[in-house]
């Protein structure tokens, strides 16, 4: 993981980071030509954001498809591959943190504060009203993380945020309350029928308003569905995953559940494992290699819902790479300006976008927010230098 050190380093190196050749990462089985696509056959209603952060080459992503063959099956045959996203190289909370913002955003030094540029959750919430439980980031990456459900910026802010969970549990005031209120279960053997009695009666107003609106609306079988998931949340039982990459597994995992129960308008998921890859090459490619395995079930889980089918899009992204040469560890550090470092691939599919297309311009990785914005239908308004990536649609 990027310690402040190492943070701070990277953003001092970032300073007069600019230049850099024009090398192309070839993309691998590159027959795939960015073919004229067949109209598109829906509409966006469900954005998924995978910050796939940690610093991944794409060397190791779609340049070696056998690294990820279910994002490059499942997504990317179906959906669009921009090989050549710019980055810039102000560390990782400060890169990942550009991708919810659409602004590069220089947080290297003051590494655990918010963002004064609203998140993509803060528009979607504020311009289109949408109820905080629909709009979810699952965080992998401990306290800097929880940084990326809402800004400071004085027209958005807190009351626009996202409900963040992570696999350590769930952030956000709103569920904080219900926990303090109905506190966690004593003991894992606490009987689960005594532990749900108290979480309904613990439980916050609005989430009771939400369960009491789903039981009239769906089966017994569904709303007990919802109770069990936000028990296993507050309790911990969801996911026992361990190995390299284990904090990433349990983000996806956790993120598909919360496709599966509260069919967010956007979901975003924040990882950061693979950057292990400063100590062990072997176990960054391991970490690419789960997370392609988690991210293909989560997918799979959209495909086999009815109500998500057809109407979601996904975004794949690293915040940036990694340098071009091993260090002396057989790792891989991120400050050589190489376009192995500065230039990112995103896979995304959308019903509104091509198939099966390889974009060959430079984008830029803060174009995400804007792009996953015009599909919600809503403005970036203080995202001034990113853009729609306008090519993408069919
Ligand atoms: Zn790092």
Redesign the pocket.
Known sequence: ??SNR?SRR?FLRAGGAAAGAAALVPIAGGARAALAAPAASGKTEHVIFVAFA??VRSRETVGSPNNIPNIMKKIADRGVVCPQMVTANVG?YGATLSMFTGNTEYMGIRENERGDHPTIFEYLRKQKEVPSRKVWLSAGGGTQQINFSYSLHKNYGANYGANIISSDGVFNAEFKDILDQFGRPAMPGEEESSALARLRDGMDADLKKHLTASAAANDAETTRRIEKFILDEISGNTTKITGPGAGDAKTVRVAANIMRVFKPTLLGISLIAA?C??GSFNNYVEVIRRNDEEIGALWDAVQNDPDLKDKTAIFIIPEFGRDKDLNQRNGL??GDGSDDLRKVALVAAAPEFKKNAVMKQDFQTIDVCPTMCQLLGVKPETAPKSKVMKELWA
């Open positions: 993981m990027g190492l990277d940690g610093g990782h950057d890859a400063h550090d991120h």
